[in-house]
């Protein structure tokens, strides 16, 4: 039996494919994929062979695998790929910031940012534990509104803004595929917990000493929220290293950053990098608080991480 259908999880190359007719399976992959070097990813749409036309073959069957049910035999045209965290076919990323406890780390959230600019995904901010610290949400918040993007201060505890935030999703539409990425600590389990009850995400407490959570998602999942869309906890920012993996060119940072758009082309320099220049568009705006200070500090950061690493650079 042939099926199309959604990989929602994979640990350890098994993968959950969750079919259109909503069975979920547990499948291996094609030896061909290795072959080729392609990994199916969490988000990815397949085709998957059940039961005894799968032939998962002796290998398989030695490792223990008995409660496999088939494999994943093709994976349809993605629209986008994510290295970090891995998934496929995003349609919106959720960057969640947590007022305090942990304090923010505002660079690691504009790399997520960056990145999902330039594998086209859109992007929306999160504010959490807005209980704990009003006026520094409001501060955070301004930022991102100001950056453009859909901003969604909430509590867990007192359910302020959740209603917003859960329409948001709702109005993604079916088949929408999210996530929640945050530091570990930022509260996204728990806010997820509190959005959909039924999904009893684990979640970790803050660790007194460091004042970091304890890392409590360890992979990708995809869970249904019951309006249509999908929506997905991620392991912690830890894993955006841009010395390690190539997620893009200096060239394409300034891109990466869409406050600066109206500003292309507008700086003295032809090659203006937006990082000192005299007659820089992008640094007056900053000047004149047209852009956030905090935005071009992650921004200037980034630039310096970028500016010598070539692709070869691993």
């Known amino acids: 039996m042939t099926v199309n259908g959604l990989i929602t999880k994979g640990v350890g190359g098994l993968y959950t494919v969750l079919s259109d007719g909503g069975t979920a399976y547990a499948c291996r992959a094609r030896g061909h994929f290795r072959h080729e070097g392609v990994s199916p990813t969490v988000g990815d749409s397949v085709v998957a062979v059940i039961g005894d036309e799968a032939d998962i073959g002796e290998k398989i069957k030695k490792a223990g695998d008995t409660d496999i049910d088939g494999v994943i035999d093709s994976i349809l045209p993605r629209k986008n790929l994510l290295i970090r965290p891995p998934f496929a076919n995003l349609d919106v990323m959720f960057a969640v910031i947590p007022t305090c406890r942990p304090a923010p780390d505002l660079t690691s959230v504009d790399k997520m940012l960056s990145i999902s600019e330039h ?184 630039y310096e991480t970028l500016k010598d690493k070539r692709p070869w650079n691993k």
């Open 119 to 302: 594998a086209d995904i859109n992007a929306a901010v999160i504010i959490t534990k807005c209980e704990l610290d009003p006026p520094a949400a409001d501060r955070v918040a301004d930022i991102y509104k100001k950056a453009g993007y859909p901003v969604f201060p909430v509590s867990a505890v007192s359910g302020d803004g959740i209603g917003a935030l859960s329409d948001y999703i709702a109005s993604l539409g079916g088949g929408a595929l999210t996530a929640f990425a945050g530091a570990s600590g930022a509260g996204k389990s728990t806010l997820l917990n509190r959005l959909y009850p039924a999904l009893s995400l684990g979640t970790g407490e803050l660790s007194r000493k460091i004042s970091r959570g304890r890392q409590t998602t360890r992979h990708v999942e995809l869970f249904p929220t019951g309006t249509g869309a999908y929506i997905a906890d991620t392991p912690g920012f830890s894993l955006l290293d841009f010395e390690r993996f190539d997620f893009f060119s200096v060239e394409a940072l300034p891109f990466t950053f869409r406050e600066f758009e109206p500003y292309h082309g507008k700086c003295r320099y032809t090659k203006c990098t937006h990082v000192c220049e005299d007659g820089c568009a992008v640094i007056a705006a900053v000047n004149s608080g047209l852009i956030a200070r905090e935005r071009h500090d992650s921004y200037r950061a980034l």
